[in-house]
């Protein structure tokens, strides 16, 4: 039996890009060895990151799951900051797949409020299971529409983008200190799946 070097180093890849359409594409995955992660499933993934949010902002953000879907409120108020439908499930053993679409909330446009969606997927492969945040066809706010001019780019990326990648990026190695007992280091890489603009 093989024994891993306690000081062998996970890689979390990620990309966040504006696509041509002015959507915003971001994406967070690593993989954790197949005996850390049996109980891992996208539902787990979703519930730990919605804890995290909560002690990460402090309780300025609160999340709140409901039968209709979930809301990211700011501090005790009924605003909603970004609203998404009820969580869909697909997939089987191999590969499963929890999709929250956005249906409004302040942060997003109002004119899309019915694009982009957040998915939490776990996928069983060779080197174990790779765990996956997605954030897709999402239309900020603060980009104003399809034709964002540099000063709001350059708004968004240093406020929404960089909290989000921030806040996925920690969740991720916090989760998997967690899963290993702390074994190994993690490292950030980038990855490259769409063609986009950097944000």
């Not at 997605?134 to 990326?157: E, I, M, N, Q």
């Amino acid at each position: 039996m093989s024994v891993e070097p306690a000081d062998s180093a996970s890689e979390i890849a990620c990309q966040q890009v504006l696509l041509a359409d002015a959507s915003v594409f971001s994406v967070q995955e690593m993989t954790v060895p197949a005996r850390y992660a049996v109980a891992v499933d996208p539902d787990y993934l979703l519930a730990r990151y919605l804890e995290y949010i909560r002690v990460f902002t402090l309780s300025l953000i609160r999340p709140r799951l409901t039968a209709e879907g979930l809301e990211f409120r700011l501090l005790g108020s009924s605003l909603s900051l970004i609203r998404f439908t009820a969580p869909q499930r697909t997939g089987g053993a191999e590969k499963s797949v929890l999709e929250l679409a956005i249906c409004g909330g302040v942060l997003v446009q109002s004119a899309q409020c019915t694009r982009g969606k957040l998915s939490f997927a776990v996928e069983r492969t060779s080197e174990g299971s790779r765990l996956r945040l997605r954030l897709a066809d999402y239309c900020p706010l603060l980009l104003g529409g399809s034709r964002p001019s540099r000063v709001r780019k350059w708004l968004y990326r240093f406020t929404q983008a960089y909290l989000h990648r921030v806040v996925t990026v920690r969740f991720l190695q916090r989760l998997f200190r967690e899963l290993t007992g702390g074994r190994r280091c993690v490292r950030v890489v980038r990855l490259h799946l769409l063609e986009g603009e950097d944000i």
